[in-house]
């Protein structure tokens, strides 16, 4: 077989060899005939295999970009779940943030009546309230630091997440234009196989 450069037919030159000898052109016409038919019964059958082949892949590659969408389209969807989480998540930690500071302004004046009493009357049980006071302060503190620290991280996290469905978005958007591109080609292939007798 040969394809001359540029050429998009192929040649393919056989030879048969019957009981009879080599079969040519001077061979007996039903013999030449036969051969002719043979060739070309199994130059259709390679072409047919070929080009079955040809949109068995393409359509591999349609369902390929299909679950890929498929795919993009359930992350944007958790995505966009784990947004509304994160704002939910923001607005606790504010409530939080306002419960701890509560808490510690409501500490604030009963601190310095203990150490009023303490600087008065110094004693153990006074002591100890202090003592037990300012860990409630402390304890107050880190959970307003907490909540804080929470509050960023879930503004920074649904900044993230809000430009991975941006992209997300993007990226479905070619996914789909390469969708729309594979089934013209396998609605061609369909077509050429079709166009094979």
Do not use: F
Request: proline share 2%; glycine share 2%.
């Amino acid at each position: 077989a040969e394809q001359r450069k540029g050429a998009p037919m192929l040649t393919a030159h056989v030879a048969i060899l019957t009981t009879a000898g080599w079969v040519g052109p001077a061979s007996e016409q039903r013999i030449h005939d036969a051969a002719k038919a043979y060739v070309q019964q199994h130059s259709t059958a390679l072409r047919r295999q070929l080009a079955q082949q040809e949109l068995t892949d393409a359509e591999k590659g349609l369902a390929r970009l299909r679950t890929d969408l498929a795919n993009l389209q359930r992350e944007k969807e958790r995505a966009e779940s784990s947004i509304e989480k994160s704002r939910q998540r923001a607005a606790e930690a504010v409530n939080e943030q306002q419960e701890a500071r509560q808490r510690r302004d409501e500490l604030a004046p009963r601190i310095d009546a203990q150490r009023q009493e303490v600087t008065e009357s110094p004693g153990d049980e006074a002591s100890k309230e202090l003592n037990s006071l300012l860990k409630q302060q402390t304890r107050a503190q880190d959970d307003e630091r907490k909540a804080l620290e929470t509050e960023r991280a879930m503004k920074k996290k649904e900044e993230e997440l809000t430009l991975a469905v941006k992209k997300n978005v993007e990226d479905q958007a070619r996914k789909q234009e390469a969708i729309t591109r594979q089934e013209t080609l396998v609605n061609s292939l369909r077509e050429k196989l079709s166009a094979i007798h």
